[in-house]
């Protein structure tokens, strides 16, 4: 089973491209979805035990959370060590379950595929990426999103650059969906031929 790191900078369009692995029969383990049922579940307490006030009923307020982690990079290792390897974890059994399927491809969607070296993890690199002016109008159009917090989530991530020169493919969402999709099923038919 070859297993294909999706990766991409925020605002490149990563969750649409892996959106096109599902739509091709892909299963994509999603990374940001674990996170987000961690903060719901079995990462609450420690995440709270560390950051005091960052839970609300039982779930981590992830504005909250942002606002003690963001500029601190000794807050955002402790953040990481609970984390990571509940992610992980996840990760393991998702991979279980798709060779009991008899999965020839998978598919983890992580968004920090790069600088937390689940790199090492993965059989393939495909990087999703876009000019900087898409990318910025983008991300700006988030509700809640300003230049001060993009700059600060682009300064925690390795540049594009750098992630299109260590990719085995890349996508291309500045062009538009149909032609992402294209490049989507070339690199599944790539795929499918080193098998």
Request: without cysteine; negative net charge; proline residues 5%.
């Amino acid at each position: 089973m070859l297993r294909v790191g999706l990766t991409g900078s925020i605002g490149m369009g990563k969750s649409t491209t892996a959106q096109m692995f599902r739509e091709a029969g892909v299963p994509v383990l999603d990374s940001d979805q674990i996170v987000h049922d961690l903060y719901r579940g079995p990462a609450v307490a420690p995440i709270e035990a560390a950051f005091p006030g960052v839970s609300v009923d039982g779930v981590v307020d992830r504005g909250r959370l942002a606002a003690q982690v963001l500029a601190d990079p000794e807050a955002l290792k402790r953040l990481e060590a609970i984390v990571h390897p509940l992610v992980w974890a996840a990760r393991d059994d998702f991979l279980k379950d798709q060779e009991k399927k008899g999965a020839s491809i998978v598919v983890y969607d992580v968004p920090l595929l790069f600088e937390t070296g689940a790199e090492k993890s993965v059989d393939a690199i495909v990087v999703v990426s876009a000019p900087e002016d898409v990318q910025k109008a983008r991300v700006l159009a988030r509700p809640g999103m300003t230049e001060e917090k993009f700059a600060a989530i682009l300064a925690k991530q390795v540049p594009d650059a750098e992630k299109r020169a260590r990719a085995d493919f890349v996508v291309h969402t500045g062009q538009g969906i149909e032609a992402a999709r294209r490049e989507v099923q070339a690199i599944l038919d790539e795929l499918e031929r080193r098998r």
